[in-house]
């Protein structure tokens, strides 16, 4: 699988008088895994959105290998590309959320091959070959026909995990994809996230799992109020953070 390069460009919104993000300036490599640390409520999910077109910033821009994913804002001037080149680009961001998101009316193979189908153009018996295929991936090739509330929490999130990748996207995002898991059942989940990290794919993760992060990122992001306070490898970041404020929230979490 190919990862895509993502860029990040003086990205600000706000939410009324809330600064929500402060002039985000970030490039991710392709292919590379990022993790986002953060307290509550530092912008971390909204940068993640933003990403994946679930919210439009006000100021800035994104793009994926170049491209813009949508439009770019620049103080008063607005470009933005033709609708249906930005749903062409949608496909190419996938997204995981803390709470799986699954149709709970679908079975695990349902849930999966839906997108493909109306997005990619796909014929249900290739979709479904495909989807088989991503289900012995992330450990469930026995569950195809099970429905969401027939599934524990950890097998919901690697049927979550299987249906983002069945759009072959270049960029993967995790917005807390264990925080809503039994504790016992938090490692299936981020060891599937670990293989996907050695598959090219781009992946950029907001966890509050920090040896997790330190362990499969290449860089570290710490967000504070809307702003990136420190990035760097996690060597760097973890044993000699530039900025006090990162080292006391590793503290406090560590
Ligand atoms: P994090 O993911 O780091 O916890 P968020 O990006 O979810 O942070 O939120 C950042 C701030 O923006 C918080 O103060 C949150 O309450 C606020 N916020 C997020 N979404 C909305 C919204 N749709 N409307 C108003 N405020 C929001
Ligand atoms: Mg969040």
Excluded: C
């Excluded at 971390?44 to 910033?57: A, C, Q, W």
């Excluded at 809503?180 to 950029?204: C, H, M």
């Amino acid at each position: 699988m190919h990862g895509g390069e993502v860029t990040i460009h003086g990205v600000s919104k706000r939410f009324g008088q809330l600064q929500v993000l402060d002039d985000v300036t970030l490039t991710i490599p392709a292919g590379s895994v990022t993790a986002i640390l953060g307290q509550s409520g530092s912008g971390k999910s909204t940068l993640l959105r933003s990403i994946n077109h679930l919210e439009r910033v006000d100021d800035g821009f994104i793009a994926i290998d170049g491209e813009l994913i949508g439009y770019r804002q620049d103080r008063d001037t607005l470009y933005e590309l033709k609708e249906k080149d930005i749903l062409r680009r949608r496909v190419e961001v996938g997204m995981v959320f803390q709470n799986f998101n699954l149709f709970p009316h679908l079975t695990a193979l349902e849930n999966i091959v839906e997108a493909p189908i109306t997005v990619r153009g796909l014929s249900r018996d290739k979709a479904q070959a495909e989807a088989l295929e991503l289900l012995a991936r992330v450990g469930l090739a026995d569950k195809a026909r099970a429905y969401p509330r027939q599934l524990s929490g950890g097998q919901q999130q690697r049927v979550a995990i299987a249906r983002a990748l069945a759009l072959k996207p270049k960029v993967l995002l995790f917005d807390e994809p264990t925080s809503a898991l039994d504790p016992e059942l938090v490692n299936e989940v981020l060891d599937v996230i670990k293989e996907l990290a050695r598959s090219g794919t781009t992946l950029i993760i907001v966890t509050h799992e920090i040896g997790f992060a330190r362990e499969v990122a290449d860089t570290i992001v710490f967000m504070e109020g809307g702003r990136i306070l420190e990035t760097g490898t996690p060597e760097k970041v973890f044993n000699r953070p530039d900025h006090p404020r990162t080292a006391a929230f590793l503290a406090k979490v560590l």
